[in-house]
Each structure stands twice: as structure tokens, then as C-alpha cells.
């Protein structure tokens, strides 16, 4: 049972409420994480920039989509997981590789990588190396992809604690 409950454009106040009725006139409805950041218009404001800004990353989405599955199967956050496995299935991601990801690895050596400088992102960005970069830049990842890397982990850091927090699952 949800911790935090879910508002609508009704019951929002404020900025909460702007932001929920054009969520709502744009889409037709907004999905639980969504309306129960409503809460806190700075929240969802800040999740609502981060995911548009991260829409535009330099880093492929078939990758992107295996870091929110490493990251995911870590937090422990399930209604997320859930989201981009299916997201992954969606992109012809095999079984497979979606198991590896939730391994942190791939079969690909150059997928594991970036995949674990997420993981490092996530668990200990102090324990990222110089020689740690410089290996992703042999495998042919660009300063931008890399920074792309931060901005995932933080949007689900961001997405899987909330939805922790308020309780929301699958």
C-alpha cells in the first residue's frame, strides 16, 4: 500500500497543480510516481526537467535503458525495474542481455564498462579512476556520452528512491 497518495490536477495546489494539468491535457493521465511527486512541486518539477534533458542524451537508449536495469536491480526500486525491462524488451533487447544488466555486465566488453562506470556513479563515485575514464574512451565513448552516464544515474537515483519512499510498487 502507497505511503504517499497520488493527487490530480483537483487536488493539487499551486505549481503542483499547473504542472499536473498540462501533464493530464497533454497525455490524458499520468502514471502513480508522477502524481504522487505532486506533493512537492520542486520534485516534480526537477524530475519532469531531468527526464526531458535526459531525453536528449548523446548516449544510445539501448545503452542507457541497461544502466537503468543495473541501477534499478541495486536500488531495489521494482515498479522502475519493471519499466525499463519493458522499455528494454521494446528497443529487441534479448532476455539475455537483460539479465546481464541486471548482473551489471554485458557480453559486450564495451557495454560492461559503461555499465559499471554507472554502478560507480551510484555506489561510490570517488572509487572512479583516471584509467577508468581513458578505458572508455579506447572502447570509443565521447566526454559527452560519459557525462550522459551521471545524468542517468541521477534521474533514477532520483525516480527509484521516491518511489521507495512513497511506497509505490509494481
Known amino acids: 500500500m502507497p505511503r504517499l497518495s497520488a493527487l490530480t490536477p483537483d487536488t493539487a495546489t499551486g505549481k503542483s497543480q499547473e504542472l499536473l494539468g ?7 493521465q499520468v502514471g502513480a510516481m508522477v502524481s504522487t511527486m505532486a506533493h512537492s512541486p520542486a ?10 534533458a535526459m531525453g536528449r542524451a548523446k548516449l544510445d537508449r539501448r545503452l542507457s535503458e541497461r544502466i537503468s536495469i543495473a541501477v534499478q ?3 531495489g526500486c ?7 525491462v519493458a ?3 521494446k528497443l529487441k533487447i534479448t532476455e539475455e542481455e537483460i ?4 548482473a551489471g555486465r554485458s557480453v559486450d566488453p564495451k557495454i560492461t564498462a559503461i555499465i559499471d562506470l554507472a554502478l560507480r556513479v ?11 575514464i581513458d578505458e572508455l574512451r579506447r ?3 565521447s566526454d559527452r556520452e560519459i557525462a550522459d552516464v551521471v545524468g542517468i544515474v541521477a534521474l533514477n537515483l532520483l525516480t527509484g528512491a521516491f518511489n521507495l519512499v512513497a511506497g509505490l510498487r509494481p
Open 43 to 52: 520534485v516534480l518539477g526537477g524530475y519532469l526537467q531531468l527526464s526531458r
Open 139 to 141: 572502447h570509443g565513448y
Open 122 to 132: 551510484y555506489r561510490e563515485p570517488t572509487s572512479i579512476t583516471d584509467e577508468q
Open 22 to 28: 498540462e501533464l493530464v491535457a497533454r497525455h490524458g
Open 78 to 84: 521494482g515498479l522502475c525495474l519493471e519499466s525499463h
Open 87 to 89: 522499455a528494454a524488451r
Open 99 to 102: 539479465d546481464h544488466a541486471r
Open 73 to 75: 536491480t541495486l536500488q
